[in-house]
């Protein structure tokens, strides 16, 4: 696979930034590949290599309808030569939506889980048991590839990186990407996590988890408070997100990558930062997932 590693930054050229006196960069991780791209390659790049390392041919993971990281992995795991299982979130609809329609072409096995024992015990669930009575032993990645192979991945995001910043922003999911952002921050740089969701207790229990506290207090976690929980959109964000297309040339998602520069617009504009400020922004990729809004961006 030709992937662009190490990934590029832009600049943010804009007046509002000039005023504002903040310098504002993007690490494109959406330009690693285009379909492997953002953050979903850091995570599985480790856990490729430990199944492989460990003898196994099949990997299974977890993931929701659109989801980014199946989506990924479907794509991945045919291009290294393993078989791959997804389990997803939700009862089977009658249509395949265009995410799981494309794991189906690369060959991924889809399983289907109804939400709330998905919810309750994915991990541990009678279902598995018979995936492996049907296809033999796997090895198995969490939701969002968040462990400790896909934290060791996402560590070599910074350290691409060879000027100094003030603060790091990325979106959060299940944290996996921050926890791996935050281990490789030294302490004069401060984490912004932008969730796209109102509610992140899980998100900073597994940061916690990754990053002990006596190392790493340079970080916060910051709830969306406009959007009305993950997957809601509405007009305002479609809005921001085709002018901000059109000023910078760079197309964000309407999950993660939207509402993380729309919020963090606002905290600029709110004077949220000292001057001069130096910020970071890693673009995670998502694109992916727009197909299934058919949203003319
Ligand atoms: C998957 C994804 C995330 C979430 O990453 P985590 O490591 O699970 O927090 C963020 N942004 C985009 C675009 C994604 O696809």
Not at 268 to 282: A, C, W
């Amino acid at each position: 696979m030709n992937l662009n590693i190490p990934s590029i930054i832009s600049k943010i050229n804009s007046s509002f930034l000039e005023e504002k006196e903040i310098e504002l960069f993007v690490k494109r991780d959406d330009l690693i590949h285009n379909i492997i791209s953002g953050n979903k390659w850091r995570k599985l790049k480790y856990n490729f290599q430990e199944a492989s390392n460990r003898g196994f041919s099949t990997i299974l993971s977890f993931g929701g309808a659109y989801s980014n990281h199946l989506h990924a992995l479907s794509y991945a795991a045919k291009m290294m030569g393993f078989r791959s299982i997804g389990v997803v979130r939700g009862n089977k609809a009658r249509t395949l939506n265009s995410t799981l329609s494309y794991c189906l072409e690369n060959n991924m096995k889809l399983f289907f889980l109804d939400r709330l024992s998905y919810q309750k015990n994915k991990y541990n669930n009678q279902l598995l048991i018979d995936i492996q009575k049907i296809h033999g032993d796997f090895y198995t990645i969490p939701e969002g590839g968040n462990n400790d192979f896909g934290v060791l991945g996402c560590q070599e995001i910074v350290k691409e990186i060879s000027f100094d910043f003030d603060y790091f922003c990325c979106a959060v999911g299940t944290g996996c990407t921050s926890s791996g952002i935050i281990r490789s921050l030294n302490n004069q740089s401060h984490f912004l996590g932008f969730a796209p969701f109102p509610k992140v207790a899980e998100q900073k229990k597994s940061i916690l988890k990754y990053c002990s506290s006596v190392l790493h207090h340079n970080w916060s976690i910051l709830p969306d408070k406009h959007f009305g929980g993950y997957g809601k959109i509405n007009g305002n964000l479609i809005k921001f997100i085709r002018q901000f297309n059109r000023d910078n040339s760079i197309k964000l998602d309407v999950i993660y990558m939207g509402k993380l520069f729309y919020n963090l617009y606002e905290l600029i504009q709110n004077d949220f930062f000292e001057k001069k400020s130096r910020i970071i922004v890693l673009h995670s990729g998502g694109l992916q997932g727009l197909n299934g809004f058919n949203l003319n961006l």
